[in-house]
């Protein structure tokens, strides 16, 4: 909610607005139960950094702690995104992150991701989106593969769902969205449904990465913004977020 008073508009506590933007959502992730991770670029503006900075560390704003830190220097500042945010360039083996903390006690989860590939059709490697699943080393998730076009998810499971083709195009700014508990599991390119299965067994990662596949493929990606929830939203819920993305960024 916005506090309004004559000739001023205060944010609510945990809002971020940066010029051009308009003015945040009222209603934000926090006020969403469940809320086990919440990662934005917006938290880098007005921080002194400009186009090609490396950005070594990309905190939790949910306040659990769950950073993502970079292993080596990190993926590149640029300002001009969406609504003047800014936004990382992912890519090559400097620009992925690692978590501190792991996603190991998930049972559910709800996603939601701001994103777009570097091109599309992908060029290698443009592979790799998060490593949020417990699989093997030399697989994991693949937005899109360089080989046939196809999505490739992994969330929160030790399997590698083949998703299809999918006509969007990734190589825009989308809002990717995905759920999954155990025996229901979905996908959805800005808030569209793009696939699902009533097959599913959650297994969660103890090594979670944020623009790369396990063990190590980067993704070239840009990035906005990612929440992660420990269970499937309500109707309610998902289009509150939904909404808060959609208003913040579209």
């Given at each position: 909610?916005?506090?309004n008073?004559p000739?001023?508009s205060?944010?609510?506590i945990g809002s971020?607005v940066?010029?051009?933007?308009?003015?945040a959502s009222p209603?934000?992730?926090?006020?969403?139960?469940?809320?086990?991770?919440?990662?934005s670029?917006?938290v880098l503006y007005g921080?002194?950094?400009?186009?090609?900075d490396?950005?070594k560390?990309?905190s939790d704003?949910?306040?659990?702690?769950?950073?993502?830190?970079?292993?080596?220097?990190g993926?590149?500042?640029d300002?001009g995104?969406?609504?003047?945010?800014?936004y990382?360039l992912?890519?090559?083996?400097v620009g992925?992150?690692?978590?501190?903390?792991?996603?190991?006690?998930?049972?559910?989860?709800?996603?939601?991701?701001?994103?777009?590939?570097?091109?599309?059709p992908?060029?290698p490697?443009d592979?790799?989106?998060?490593?949020?699943?417990?699989?093997a080393?030399?697989t994991?998730d693949?937005y899109?593969s360089f080989?046939?076009g196809?999505?490739?998810l992994?969330?929160l499971?030790?399997?590698?769902?083949?998703?299809?083709?999918?006509?969007?195009?990734?190589g825009?700014?989308?809002?990717?969205?995905?759920y999954a508990?155990?025996?229901?599991?979905?996908a959805?390119?800005?808030?569209?449904s793009?696939?699902?299965?009533a097959?599913?067994?959650?297994?969660?990662?103890?090594y979670?990465?944020?623009?790369a596949?396990?063990?190590?493929?980067?993704?070239?990606i840009r990035?906005h913004?990612?929440?992660l929830?420990?269970?499937v939203?309500?109707?309610?819920?998902?289009?509150?977020?939904r909404?808060?993305?959609a208003?913040?960024?579209?």
């Amino acid at each position: 909610m916005l506090i309004n008073l004559p000739g001023l508009s205060l944010p609510r506590i945990g809002s971020t607005v940066t010029p051009g933007a308009g003015p945040a959502s009222p209603t934000q992730p926090t006020d969403v139960a469940g809320l086990f991770g919440w990662w934005s670029t917006d938290v880098l503006y007005g921080l002194g950094y400009r186009l090609g900075d490396s950005i070594k560390t990309l905190s939790d704003k949910s306040g659990n702690g769950r950073d993502f830190v970079s292993p080596s220097t990190g993926a590149l500042y640029d300002p001009g995104g969406l609504k003047g945010y800014p936004y990382l360039l992912c890519g090559g083996l400097v620009g992925y992150y690692q978590n501190v903390a792991s996603f190991a006690a998930l049972t559910a989860g709800h996603a939601f991701m701001v994103v777009r590939q570097y091109s599309d059709p992908p060029v290698p490697p443009d592979e790799g989106l998060w490593n949020f699943g417990a699989l093997a080393a030399g697989t994991g998730d693949v937005y899109p593969s360089f080989v046939d076009g196809h999505v490739y998810l992994s969330f929160l499971t030790n399997t590698l769902e083949d998703c299809g083709d999918w006509a969007d195009d990734l190589g825009a700014w989308h809002i990717l969205e995905v759920y999954a508990e155990t025996n229901n599991m979905r996908a959805y390119y800005n808030s569209t449904s793009r696939f699902n299965t009533a097959v599913y067994t959650i297994a969660a990662p103890t090594y979670p990465l944020l623009a790369a596949r396990y063990p190590v493929v980067p993704a070239a990606i840009r990035f906005h913004e990612l929440l992660l929830f420990d269970h499937v939203l309500s109707a309610g819920d998902q289009t509150l977020m939904r909404d808060y993305l959609a208003g913040k960024y579209f």
